[in-house]
């Protein structure tokens, strides 16, 4: 039976490699997890992502899984894991898994059988082809495709000695799953399963939409598409298909919730694939309100809050009443939402990680948390390429000194920019020694050098705690039936420095606004609106009275509730 627990719930997203450190290896593991559960559940939280928590070379950080069944020793065992689910339930939070199916890890034993003997089953595993013989003698082996990686570069990878080439859409150490194959797809169920007769209460489907290729391969003619193959691989013929597979073979059978990161879905196919008839996916990501202040992460553009509302606000009009949604302000794959969308960080950091998590969570659709948000993290000050451990910023680094000759210290200031990096310092719990991350060991991704200010200890003693004002509004985000099911109205889009938007519900009417500028700004409520009538709920200035023309201060948010 589908209960739908998730259009009520919180989820708070843990990074394993950097929330908490048990036994002082430099790396975060599950005994340090469990040991903060009580913090994320205060928090308001009631389900927790787990980033890959699998075995994994970590190519990518867990996102380049070799076993889809084990615990990686790094982080523990499989009875660390049992013991985190106990703990889990025991406070009333459930437990989503992240599922990278797009692709293994080149360490997976399937592939390394498949490398191995040209006859094996695990060959058609994944994507394998001839090369094409080209130049006027024909004596240049070039790939079988012009597709293009998401981390830059090709996306086939010679297999050494042959004249053969594998498929990755993303890192060379990720070769592509061939989906077509029946036995991959019953592997897959076979794992889903596994998981959830462990008690798992759903997954985060990685780049789920790149599941299904356009066959045959063919090249990309478009001339001047950044990245090439994208119309062969995103959204691709058998997508609906393979989420239904999933849902009728496996999830149905659970009252399961999914979430699919996607990348950059067309509007049709997101709509289906969260629709409540399709049978797919429960909700998806929608990340296009992030591209307000970049483009293609690393360049940077001036922010347009136009660009943020449409992208905040335009996936709760156009799903609302046909499927779910999810609301999202950072990630592991972002940079800190508070050193961003030009904000004055070093004078505003309270003010607009408030503002930012009241006006992003107040819409429709279950909020997602990303750890360290709650306290209001910001970017880290790296100062070399060396600092970053993210294979992106390397790969992305050399193209601009290679391909596209910009020099190094420009490149390395764009990256540092929009790094998934920032994301994955290590959570700032105190301000002893690596921010109580462990108890000394050199943590596997450098401390961000503000710890002693910005940590959580310090954030809940102190008057403006970003963590105190999170718990109330995700208090009223969980409890509140307009805030969970309201219809959202979007008032003055082309603003330029007010956001504001209702929701409605049986009758209630509840109204956000607020000031997204480092300058007090006027904000007029909405006509509609009867004055006497409104009650503020929340604010994280001292506001307590609503007037028709309002000033409101740098990044002031309010939440009124029409009674
Ligand atoms: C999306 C994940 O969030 C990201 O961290 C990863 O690098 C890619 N998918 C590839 O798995």
């Known amino acids: 039976m589908k209960t739908n627990w998730y259009k009520e719930a919180v989820v708070y997203q843990v990074y394993p490699f950097s929330f908490m450190d048990s036994d002082n290896d430099g790396m975060g593991d599950i005994p340090g997890i469990i040991s903060k559960l009580d913090y994320i559940k205060d928090l308001g939280a009631t389900a927790i992502w787990f980033s890959p928590l699998y075995v994994s070379p ?3 950080y867990g996102y380049d899984v070799a076993d889809y069944k084990a615990i990686d020793p790094k982080f523990g065992t499989m009875e660390d894991f049992d013991r985190l689910m106990e703990e889990c339930r025991k406070r009333g939070l459930r437990v989503i898994m992240d599922m990278v199916l797009n692709h293994t890890s080149d360490q997976h034993p399937w592939f390394r059988e498949a490398l191995k003997d040209k006859n094996s089953p695990y060959r058609d595993y994944y994507i394998i082809r001839k090369g094409r013989w080209a130049g006027r003698k024909k004596n240049k082996l070039i790939p079988p495709t012009n597709w293009t990686s998401s981390f830059t570069g090709s996306a086939w990878q010679r297999i050494d000695g042959t004249d053969e080439f594998y498929l990755h859409l993303f890192a060379p150490e990720q070769p592509d799953l061939n989906w077509e194959n029946p036995a991959v797809r019953d592997e897959i169920i076979d794992i889903l ?24 391969l063919r090249d990309d003619r478009s001339p001047v598409r950044f990245q090439k193959g994208t119309p062969y691989y995103v959204d691709g013929p058998r997508m609906h298909e393979f989420l239904k597979e999933m849902n009728d073979r496996a999830l149905s059978l659970y009252d399961s919730y999914t979430v699919g990161e996607s990348y950059i879905p067309d509007p049709e196919h997101a709509s289906r694939y969260i629709s409540e008839e399709s049978g797919e996916l429960d909700t998806i990501f929608d990340f296009e309100h992030l591209n307000a202040d970049n483009n293609l992460k690393f360049m940077p553009k001036p922010f347009d809050l136009r660009v943020f509302k449409k992208g905040l606000i335009e996936p709760q009009l156009r799903h609302h009443g046909r499927g779910w949604n999810t609301l999202v302000l950072e990630n592991h794959d972002n940079p800190r939402s508070v050193s961003r969308f030009g904000i004055n960080t070093k004078k505003y950091r309270y003010e607009a990680a408030t ?89 596997w991704q450098c401390i961000n050098s503000n710890y002693r200010d910005i940590n959580a200890e310090k954030d809940l003693a102190s008057e403006k705690s970003v963590y105190r004002f999170y718990q109330k509004l995700l208090e009223i985000k969980k409890t509140d039936k307009t805030a969970i099911y309201g219809e959202t109205i979007e008032y003055d889009p082309d ?48 506001r307590n009275r609503v007037e028709r023309v309002m000033e409101l201060e740098p990044y002031e948010a309010i939440l009124f509730e029409e009674m």
């Open 58 to 60: 970590c190519r990518d």
């Open 193 to 216: 399963k596994f998981w959830l007769d462990k008690g798992v209460s759903g997954f985060r489907f990685d780049v789920f939409n790149m599941y299904s290729k356009v066959y045959p």
């Open 355 to 443: 503002f930012l998590a009241l006006v992003t969570f107040m819409g429709w659709g279950t909020p997602f948390i990303y750890q360290g948000e709650e306290i209001g993290m910001t970017n880290s000050d790296f100062r070399s390429m060396s600092q970053l451990k993210d294979p992106v910023s390397h790969f992305v680094y050399d193209m601009m000194t290679g391909q596209l000759h910009i020099p190094g210290k420009a490149a390395f200031a764009m990256i540092r920019r929009g790094a998934r990096d920032h994301a994955r310092t290590p959570m700032q719990w105190d301000g002893s020694v690596n921010a109580g991350f462990n108890t000394g060991a050199e943590p």
């Open 495 to 542: 603003n330029r420095k007010i956001i504001m938007y209702s929701r409605t519900y049986e009758g209630r009417r509840l109204l956000i606004a607020g000031n997204f500028s480092g300058k007090k700004t006027e904000c007029i409520i909405p006509d509609d609106f009867a004055l006497t009538e409104l009650n503020i709920k929340l604010t994280n200035y001292d």
